[in-house]
Structure formats: structure tokens, C-alpha cells
């Protein structure tokens, strides 16, 4: 079964960096991707984008492409989210999630970790 | 973009209530739709994908229909663990864009 961990809350002020974790374990063949999703407190869900450990393919929504950084490191199955400069709307829940691929034949979000809040606030 | 519009936002309904969800994409995406549920709290479930298949263990009572750009997620006989906020989801594309929810509640 596969399983995702994330790392910890974070409380950060506005203009500062962060990089969060999401590692995966259990998968059953190379074919997965890592994908990151936020929600705002009482909103809905939003696709930030995602990663192909394989070759580091990388998608973004259109909402966050240029707001952050999602990466991989495939030796750990761990992917990350980065921001360069945090805004208080950053503040919400992110979550990781992981699915298949095989063909060109996605799965949807089948496994999801247990988010990440992250609070930006002076 | 491919945008994906739920209704209701919200949902006003009693147990043993049939409750239909719709979906409708800004353009087909043939059959690459997901339904997930999503409880306070809690991270997401996904309860149907390929517009009408059920994932494993999810019960017999959740049904999904629809394709290109119009789809249903249907509870028939509605239970007390079903309150909660339904998300359509179009994906195996660029994008992956959710609805933006309804929230199915106690009448």
C-alpha cells in the first residue's frame, strides 16, 4: 500500500522561504507521480501541479506556475514544494498526493498524506 | 484551461435521500473525471474514476455517469457518513482542475 509522509506545520512571515516534503513508500513499479494540492480554510480543493520522478517532468496549474517550485529527489521517492518568497495568502493546507501512470493512462488521486498547514503571517 | 463547474454548491438533504451532483467541463474531456469525497479534516477520497468506475471499497450506493462534458455523481439512499464535500476532478492531462465543491448537508 502505498503511503505518503509530509513534513511538519511551518509558521513563517511574509517574504521568507519554504521548502516542504511529501515521501512516498510502497509503490509497486517506477510509473508513479507525486502531485500537490492546496486548500484554503474553508475552500475548495485547488491542483498546484505535478512530478514525474522518473525524468523530473514537471506540470503546474495555471494558477501557480512561477508562484512555486515543485521538485523531486527520486534516490528518496520524496517530492517538495517550494516557495522563494511566502505571502500571507500562501496560508492553507497542502497536501501531496500520488497516482499511477502507465501508457499514457493516468489513475486519479488515488493516495493523498496528511497535509502540510502552512501559516504565513508578520 | 479546461475549467470544471459543480452544482449545487451546497446540498440540503435527509437519510435515505437520492442526491445527484453534476459536472460540467469547459471542453469534452471524454471520460477523465474523478469523484472525490472529502470529509472536515481529512484528506480527499477518491470514490469514482473514469467517470463511472468505482474504486475498491467504496460503497455500491455511490454511482457516476456522463461523458465529454457533463457528468453526474449520484448517492443513492443517503447515509449518515456521506455528509461531507464532493469534488469533480478532470485529469491524465496537463491539468488537473477540481470543482469547486458541493457540500452535501444534514436537512
Known amino acids: 500500500e502505498v503511503q505518503l509522509v509530509q513534513s511538519g506545520a511551518e509558521v513563517k512571515k511574509p517574504g521568507e522561504s519554504l521548502k516542504i516534503s511529501c515521501k512516498g513508500s510502497g509503490y509497486t513499479s517506477d510509473t508513479y507521480w507525486f502531485g500537490w494540492v492546496r486548500q484554503v480554510a474553508g475552500k475548495g480543493l485547488e491542483w498546484m501541479g505535478i512530478i514525474y520522478p522518473g525524468d523530473s517532468d514537471t506540470r503546474y496549474g495555471p494558477s501557480f506556475q512561477g508562484q512555486v517550485t515543485i521538485s523531486v529527489d527520486k534516490s528518496i521517492d520524496t517530492a517538495y514544494l517550494q516557495w522563494d518568497s511566502l505571502k500571507a495568502s500562501d496560508t492553507a493546507m497542502y497536501y501531496c498526493a500520488s497516482f499511477y501512470c502507465t501508457g499514457g493512462v493516468c489513475s486519479p488521486l488515488d493516495y493523498w498524506g496528511h497535509g502540510t498547514l502552512v501559516t504565513v503571517s508578520s | 484551461d479546461i475549467q470544471m463547474t459543480q452544482s449545487p454548491s451546497t446540498l440540503s438533504a435527509s437519510v435515505g435521500d437520492r442526491v445527484t451532483i453534476t459536472c460540467r467541463a469547459s471542453?469534452?474531456?471524454?471520460?477523465?473525471l474523478a469523484w472525490y469525497q472529502q470529509k472536515p479534516g481529512k484528506a480527499p477520497k477518491v470514490l469514482i474514476y473514469k467517470a463511472s468506475i468505482l474504486e475498491s471499497g467504496v460503497p455500491s450506493r455511490f454511482s457516476g455517469s456522463g461523458s465529454g462534458t457533463e457528468f453526474t455523481l449520484t448517492i443513492n439512499s443517503l447515509q449518515p457518513d456521506d455528509f461531507a464535500t464532493y469534488y469533480c476532478q478532470h485529469y491524465n492531462d496537463y491539468s488537473w482542475t477540481f470543482g469547486q465543491g458541493t457540500r452535501v448537508e444534514i436537512k
Open positions: 471542453q469534452s474531456i471524454t471520460k477523465w
